[in-house]
């Protein structure tokens, strides 16, 4: 019988009580403050509200630039000054310092802080706690701990001093010019000469300054503000907020010009990818929590916050990037000739609105306190702005191979025989997996670091037996720790959790384990010691021994806190360096992720091997370090259809790394759902099924046949795939573009584009997918966005010309797939099946060369590195084989960087090309022969006609050199 300590106890009877009193089938909304209930967000909206009714004629602006207060530092491309807010009496006037400085590649960097607190002039009843305001945001997202690369010394800046305004133009032709006015407080960038966005546009700009806690009527506040919570919150859990600091919010709206698309601020359920006006809905919320059972609809927060925005239009894209980690709202307001438009009025209106001349987006970012940090991005296209957002905050590290094959997971595998059992029947019917994972209930009563001795008695056999064929397990480690063995002691002991408000303890709440205190990863000694849990060394904590074929799965660190406010942590707590837990919310789950990065690179340094880790909670920057999903979903077809445009808006605020768990967490997916969320997962960049404790098993091979045959196939495409996806995976690590695709970023000249949000390409590879997520589909349709040729990727069959346009896809079965070539490119794959991604690494590739309607063009690139090791970082051992099809000509270049003698590069020296197939709608070669020539030598093959393609069977030529084939005239 099983024994449940009282602890265990009160956390099952909480949980019962949860699931007995709620229904199960929604999300449990009442547990999440709504903007009215926010004491900060019903404030500036109420703020925002009482000015656009007032109208800007009868408006009187409260904050100033006082322009004596200049201080230029050309070299440092940094304009600083004081803001000033005049209270209501006329007279009071807070100083505001700001900065504005001009970034690498022309972005645009402006911070506000508040003189008082910067001079701690301010009592506070907690001595822990710093006076100022939070303004470390960026050390955590941006990269390099937040050394932002300032204008490069060549590039141009100028500036202009006039009476009402400050003009600065810079860019390599002084093609950029940003205005900075004094009364009212604004600034505005142009882009050629084009007025693009402009910053405090609605006057909404709102530092809530630091005020003794006092009686209403000596606030001194200006009529458009409300007292409304100022010093308390009025909210269920959330009443024991001690809220030291008063009211200290801030707020400020940026409008895009010219501009009513905008995509962004993941994380969030919606079908649609772009974001919606929130004039008549709560503004979208970006605050971690576990959102257990979320809606497929919905402004509600999430697990992870990307406080990003991307607006987009015909000629160029602009992105806002509101620095901060406290928890935060954003309004998104279309405005058409001047006026607000609500949703509905929207759609009805949406063909008279779009042809209206003067349109805009107006985002008004409101967060509960820190610093107003915010970074504009202005780019020609959508992907240039990735790029400009990918220098700030760093690209995506080239992941270890491995994880982008298939992952099987569940919560939970029993024990050891029971991994080893499901290891052993993807090789009896032959279906390729990289990865088995094992959910909390392997440790010994959520003692994360621990085994359940009984089920895992031999934990580093069961891995090594799973290391012969390459393949891998992940186990899950949280950042919750039982209160009851070394691991809290520890914490406890060493001051490195996070601690109560009232007292330097540990703060304990309830998670799985029951009784728990969190680690403060925020804190570099609980970093330095989180390492040492990882080590296979003998510090007796060695639960994983040498075996370098595990990796981590981080979850629950929103922090999800079963007793705490609203899911997670009270926002009084207090970390690291005095900040409150309010002050880093949102970048908790970053730091506990980095911080077992850092703990698995060192286990791994010997072995030089890239680590894996999986978070479910992340702020902007955890694209650098590790992958996401998006948490617990359900087996129904609508989260299969959410799922597309989710894992399309990670690509758009550069986290690209992402998955949906396949099959659905919650419930018992039909088999035509299940088969047909194989057919998406296959392309999202992380490729997991995952499955509730209490949901029926259903590994590919107990669903049966057709179905069981149909996955096996598809997991075959996804391997066949992996060049064309590892290639997508560097071109994002070199410069943030998208892995899925929007199509959008293909032709944002279509503004028809803007809204497709159900099918993608995959990088800049020429691949475009519609997966089907719809029950019982039998037709279907696909948008082809330009009027290039597409070719169906499995049987060449279809022609499609003539775009942008509508193509319907008749008799459709389980087995249809929409996946399309697009013209002019060149795929790579690897056709063999294997039973692992290691087992792959020597096999030839088969190239397929899908010429333009012209018939006469197609290129392809293709980066390969050794998938395991840093080498590619250290030694620059990797390679990029460009292939380039013109004139009858198929032609392989290749570039490397002084790295010939590398162990990978020369072994690509023996790695075959296989097959060529070349595709063209009016393709005829006279010859039946090909002339093949490399390293100085020509010989010739066979030609094959196949009536709708041309084969080349083995001509000879390595992946690793350069060649030309032609046909023999
Ligand atoms: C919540 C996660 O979202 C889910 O994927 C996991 O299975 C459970 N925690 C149990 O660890």
New binding site residues.
Partial sequence: MRIYSLNQFLSIGLLLVLFLVIPTESVKSYLFKKCDESSFCHRNRFFANSIKSLGDSNYKPIYKIDPDSFDIDIIRSSFKGDIIKTLNDGQTEVVLPFEVNILKDNNIRLRIDELNRINGKIQVDNNRLTKRRFNEAYKYAFKDNGNVELLDKDVELKFEKFDDRLELTYGKNLENCLKIFYYPFKLVTYLDDKEVAVINDRNFLNVEHWRQRQENDTLNLSPEETDFNLFHDSFKDSKNDKLPFGPESIGLDVSLLQIDTVFGLAEHSSMNLQLKDTSETDPYRLFNVDIFEYETESQFPMYGSIPFIMGVREDYSVGVFWVNGADTWVDVNKIYDGDDVNEQRQQQQQQVLSSKKEKKTSTHWMSENGIIDLVIMVGKTPSEVNSKYGLVTGFTKLPALFSLGYHQCR?NYNDEEDVLNVHQNFDIYNISYDTIWL??EYTDSKRYFTWKDQLFSDPIGMVNTLDETGRNLVV?IDPHIKADYFLSEEIEKRGIGIANSDNEKCYHGHC?PGESVWIDTFNPKAREYWITLFKNSTTGNNFIGSASNIHIWN??SEPSIFNGPETSAPKDLVHYGGWEHRSIHNIYGLTFHEATYEALQLRFANENKRPFILT?SFYSGSQRTVAMWT??NRSKWEFLKLSIPMNLNQGIVNFPFSGS?VGG?FGNPSKDLLTRWYQTGIFYPFFRA?A?IDSRRREPWLIGEPYTSIIRDLIDLRYKLLPVLYTAFYENSINGLPIMKPVFYEHPENPETYSIDDEFFLSDSGLLAKPIVEENCVQTDIYFPDDEIYYNFFDYSDHIQDGPKRYTIDKVSLETLPLFIKGGNILTTKERHRRSTRLMKYDPYTLTVALDKENNFAKGKLYIDDGETFNHESSNDYLIAQFEYSNNQLKSSIFTKDNSNQPLVQSLNTIKIEKIKIIGSKLKYKSKKAKVSQDGKEWEVDLIDNSDHYVVRNPGVVVGKQWIITPVV
Avoid: E, L, Q, S
């Fill in positions: 919560w959910d909390v899950i799985w979850d629950m479910r948490g617990d768990d967490f995952h509730h």
